[in-house]
Each structure stands twice: as C-alpha cells, then as structure tokens.
C-alpha cells in the first residue's frame, strides 16, 4: 500500500451494490468490482492483488463462505482481510462469517460512514502486520548474520551443524 492506493475489490451479484459501494470508496481507493465469486478469484488473483474484498455472502454461482474458503486455500489470497456485507443481520449469521474468517460483519443497507472506518481500520491493520513481519525477517536475519559482513555468523554454522 504505502504511497499507492489500496485496492478494494467488492464483490456482489446486484449491480447497484455494486455502484454504492464502488462510489463511497473510490476516492480514497482504487476499487475494483466483480458480480461473480468466479470473477472475483480471478480478479484476486490477478495483479494488483486486492488489499482487501468487501464481499456478499449470498449469491448464485458461490456464496460468500465458498469464495472465502476458496481465498483461504491459496498462498496468494489468504492473507488477504475480507469483509462480509451482507443483507443478513442476525446474530448467528455475523457470529458465522467471523468463525469462518471474515475479518468483519457490515450490514445492508450500509451506514457510508461505517464502511468508510471500518475498510480503513482493517488496510491500517494489514499494512502494520506486513510491517512487523518485516521486521521480524530483519531480526531473523541480523540473529545469524554478522551485521558488518552479512555473512553468516557462528551461531548459524552451529545450528547447521546440529542439524546434520
């Protein structure tokens, strides 16, 4: 993300969803849209890969938890947060999405505001979760390295040899 915009891709089988939402992100966002589960994998899959997908939970060709699933199951897609917007607001249905692996529940017909916070909270997590993990693979590798050479240090060539 950094000084590019994200993409959201929003995912939703009726066209006027679709449009609402596309309008309320795009301009902070490059938004991207698919009517399809089929379509959106190959969107997700696809270069920019999405920064986050609102996605709705009932539609014809694959529902919402199939297409999550589906993101869950490839390296590529897994990382990627997705939010749930959905016509469903009982408790059961927000409770299932969540243990599914929805990072959120947004509700029709959406509250703009809340969409707004709550796609930005979730690219503000993303985006500092890649930088730890950044820093985590500096500090892995200044642990078995020497910080003037960059060769490995002794402590790596014992845990080789440990290992062999």
Do not use: C
């Not at 902070?28 to 698919?34: E, K, Q």
């Not at 589906?70 to 607001?89: C, E, K, S």
Request: aromatic share 4%; proline share 7%.
């Amino acid at each position: 993300m950094g000084a590019s915009q994200a993409t959201v891709l929003i995912v939703d089988d009726t066209p006027e969803n679709l449009s609402v939402l596309g309008e309320l992100l795009q301009p902070n966002y490059r938004v991207r849209a698919a009517n399809s589960g089929r379509r959106a994998l190959q969107i997700a899959l696809g270069d920019p890969t999405p920064d986050i997908i609102l996605l709705d939970v009932m539609m014809p060709d694959m529902d919402g938890y199939q297409m999550l699933q589906l993101l869950q199951a490839d390296p590529a897609t897994r990382d990627i947060p997705v939010i749930f917007v959905t016509a469903q607001n009982d408790s059961d249905s927000e409770t299932h999405a969540l243990a599914a692996g929805a990072v959120d529940f947004i509700h029709k017909p959406v509250n703009p505001p809340v969409v707004r916070a709550r796609v930005r909270l979730q690219l503000e997590l993303r985006q500092r979760v890649v930088e730890l993990q950044r820093a985590l693979q500096q500090v892995e590798f200044l642990s078995r390295h020497d910080p003037l050479t960059g060769l490995p240090n002794r402590a790596w060539f014992h845990e080789r040899l440990d290992q062999a």
